[in-house]
């Protein structure tokens, strides 16, 4: 199960290495060893999209990522992210004047030691929502460091359709990647669009943030097909729209794989009229 993003063949169930670093995604994993297991086991699985960015840690899960694979397999892609920065107390920042994200590519090709990237997305939103305005001279920026052949695609995070319009007037958008799942779907307009201009949307906090009643329709549906919450949530998505790709992240050898299995779940008709009954559950 693959999608083409741009000249890319990835897979449409990858793995976000956000979790690799330590608690609230600041400073070092508690066992890099076991870190870097689950990365090397991953890719034996047939992961082949891996989704990071530098200011994870910050610099952990990018040096991490770097010693458990490098060097890189011919068809392992990395995707990374800009357009923010940690402080010393691990506060998020937003770093996005073209300086800034010319410093932060170029931090992302040092610390995985590459050449290239193979897609960076520029984040511009807050965490779960767009934020209003024109992001014309940040895409440009990175729209000049893709034409020195320093990044081979652009994507886009946290935006509206608003800006991801803009963004195609500038420089061909790979993928989108904002907040989604079966249970939040205010984005399903962009879903939609995504598909219909051959763009790859990578929903972010998929199994994240289900209130008490919508975990009980999941563990009912999941008990009824004899899988788990979480498969169920995941291949929901897959499901969704053929242009999803998916990035679960997890520390755990034994979550990875229950992650990757959805990727062979098709759900029945009912219960997908059952867990689209979700979004409006309160």
Not at 187 to 202: H, K
């Amino acid at each position: 199960m693959t999608y083409r993003m741009g000249d890319l063949e990835l897979g449409r169930l990858g793995y976000g290495a956000m979790q690799l670093a330590g608690p609230g995604v600041f400073g070092p994993p508690k066992d890099r060893d076991a870190a870097i297991t689950v990365l090397r086991t991953a890719v034996e699985l047939g992961v082949n999209h891996i989704d990071t960015a530098d200011f994870y840690g910050p610099h952990v899960t990018n040096e991490i990522i770097r010693e458990a694979l490098r060097p890189y397999p011919a068809d392992l892609h990395i995707v990374t992210k800009v357009g923010a920065v940690r402080d010393a107390s691990g506060a998020w920042l937003h770093a996005r004047s073209p300086e800034q994200l010319r410093d932060q590519v170029h931090d992302n090709l040092r610390r995985l030691g590459v050449d290239a990237l193979d897609v960076v997305n520029l984040r511009v939103g807050g965490f779960d929502a767009p934020e209003p305005g024109s992001i014309a001279d940040k895409f440009a920026a990175l729209a000049e460091l893709r034409s020195q052949g320093l990044i081979r695609h652009l994507g886009l995070s946290t935006v509206s359709a608003g800006q991801l319009a803009e963004a195609r007037t500038i420089a061909p958008v790979v993928t989108v990647q904002n907040m989604y799942n079966v249970a939040r779907r205010d984005d399903d307009a962009m879903v939609d669009l995504s598909a219909s201009q051959g763009i790859a949307y990578v929903p972010y906090f998929p199994l994240g943030g289900f209130t008490g009643l919508q975990s009980a329709v999941l563990d009912t549906v999941a008990k009824r097909l004899e899988t788990t919450p979480l498969s169920v949530a995941l291949a929901w998505l897959l499901q969704r729209s053929p242009n999803i790709l998916l990035i679960p992240g997890t520390a755990s050898v034994a979550h990875l794989r229950e992650n990757v299995a959805a990727a062979d779940l098709t759900l029945p008709d009912d219960a997908v009229a059952e867990l689209n009954t979700l979004s409006g559950t309160a």
